[in-house]
């Protein structure tokens, strides 16, 4: 078994995947981000997403044995099929 290490203070908050889910949004559903942000639920919903993003990639990285940057990668396209199609 490989053992992880340890994440660094930007990917304990979740700060990585807010950042990258702000911006997926605006790039793909500019709409969604004024919804969100006219009933004061967008910092909320990004935050809720990225922490389910950040378990999803920890638990991927243990299962499959990979990188955080490929676990990342795959877990984040799958966020956006789920979120854009």
């Known amino acids: 078994m490989k ?6 203070e930007e990917l304990k908050d979740n700060q990585y995947y807010v950042s ?3 911006e997926l ?6 709409l969604l981000k004024h919804r969100l ?12 997403q990225a922490g389910l993003l950040m378990d999803q990639t920890i638990d991927y990285i243990r299962e ?13 396209e799958q966020w956006k099929e789920r979120m854009f199609n």
Not at 25 to 30: A, G, K, P, S
Not at 37 to 48: C, G, L, P
Request: no cysteine.
């Open 20 to 22: 990258l889910l702000d």
């Open 64 to 76: 499959n044995e990979t990188s955080f940057s490929i676990a990342s990668s795959t877990l984040i």
């Open 3 to 8: 053992i992880m290490e340890p994440l660094s």
């Open 25 to 30: 949004i605006v790039e793909n559903d500019q």
């Open 37 to 48: 942000q006219k009933a004061d639920t967008y910092a909320r919903f990004i935050n809720e």
